[in-house]
């Protein structure tokens, strides 16, 4: 039995040793190493932003946060980075709040239709802190345990198709148009006479070639991209939409830095995502002219025209109140109408 005794105090006495040994070969001050997602194409504005983002954390903290960057959907699309970052298992994403109505209606109240028309209407409405945009975005996120960082742009959505230019809403009557998962854009072409078809993106090419739809609506940036006025005759500028994506942390990860680390991060969010904005510009008037040079005949709205688009719109603004709620569209009209339309 004493010989069982002095075994065990021996055990007891090793463990002890290999943990405080363990403990002295761990780096003091080890870099907090995190993990970033995001969907958009190697290079683009976004990617960018978020490879300028890593470098200067890592800079700004003398190494404390390192940020890796998995580009291109390598590690998920939009909703399965947000997904990752409410349980933790992801520490940051650039991501499209758009795309994630699944998990809340209210990631899409953005989406309404004729919100803004130009940039420097999106800059007082979406880049506004204080307007209802951003605070539905921010509080609708952080209920599902994401910290917002701050707000990129995308681009304003734009009208292709095969058959013939469109220049009113008369026009969109009777075309095939492929729409995102958006209630707000799929009721809006709806109310105008559209076919909405509700596709995949990766299957949108070959529609288009093949006929399956006549159209489809998305920017510039993601029209040339991805080659879809190869199979298009028409373009409209019609930018029913302007969407805006979301600098994201999960709020597990957050929990865990000081506040020192939390500051360098959200400055440094929000220094990559106005440059990503003016970077994001010039591009768009530059695909804008290689989409025309590819022979696609690019329309732009007259005033009248575009009244008429916001007249359909509206009725799409008081369909959708009760998913949205009737105080936060009424607070989005309110803002717009500031703006003196």
Not at 65 to 92: C, H, K, M, Y
Not at 126 to 152: C, D, S, V
Not at 310 to 336: C, H
Request: proline letters at 4%; aromatic letters at 8%; zero cysteines.
């Amino acid at each position: 039995m004493f010989r069982n005794l002095k075994k065990s105090k021996l055990a007891a006495f090793l463990g002890a040793a290999a943990v405080a040994m363990s403990l002295q070969a761990a780096p003091a001050g080890a870099a907090t190493k995190l993990r970033l997602g995001h969907v958009f194409a190697i290079n683009s504005p976004v990617d960018q932003a978020s490879q300028d983002f890593a470098k200067l954390v890592k800079e700004r903290t003398k190494g404390e946060v390192e940020v890796t960057v998995f580009p291109n959907s390598q590690i998920g699309g939009d909703e399965s980075l947000a997904r990752d970052l409410a349980r933790g298992s992801l520490d940051l994403a650039f991501i499209n709040p758009g795309s994630l109505s699944g998990l809340d209606p209210l990631l899409d109240i953005h989406y309404l239709p004729y919100i803004v028309t130009s940039f420097d209407e999106a800059d007082k409405i979406f880049y506004n802190p204080n307007g209802i945009l951003q605070k539905t975005l921010r509080e609708t996120m952080a209920k599902h345990r994401m910290q917002p960082l701050g707000f990129f742009e995308l681009e304003f959505r734009a009208v292709t198709n095969s058959k013939h230019a469109v220049e009113k809403p008369a026009d969109l009557q009777g075309l095939k148009l492929r729409v995102p998962g958006s209630a707000g854009i799929r009721d809006f072409f709806i109310a105008a006479g559209a076919q909405a078809v509700a596709m995949p993106f990766p299957e949108l090419f070959t529609a288009l070639q093949q006929g399956t739809v006549d159209g489809q609506d998305n920017g510039a940036s993601i029209t040339y991209n991805s080659r879809l006025f190869e199979a298009q005759k028409f373009m409209t500028e019609t930018n029913h939409v302007y969407a805006m994506g979301a600098i994201a942390a999960s709020q597990r990860m957050w929990a865990k830095l000081s506040d020192a680390q939390k500051k360098i991060m959200q400055d440094t969010a929000n220094e990559v995502a106005a440059k990503e904005i003016a970077a994001n510009r010039k591009l768009n008037g530059e695909y804008m002219e290689k989409i025309a040079a590819g022979g696609v005949k690019v329309t732009k709205l007259t005033p009248e025209a575009r009244a008429e688009f916001r007249k359909v719109a509206d009725g799409v603004w008081t369909k959708l109140e009760p998913v949205y709620g009737k105080d936060r569209v009424a607070a989005l009209r309110k803002e717009v109408q500031a703006l003196g339309k």
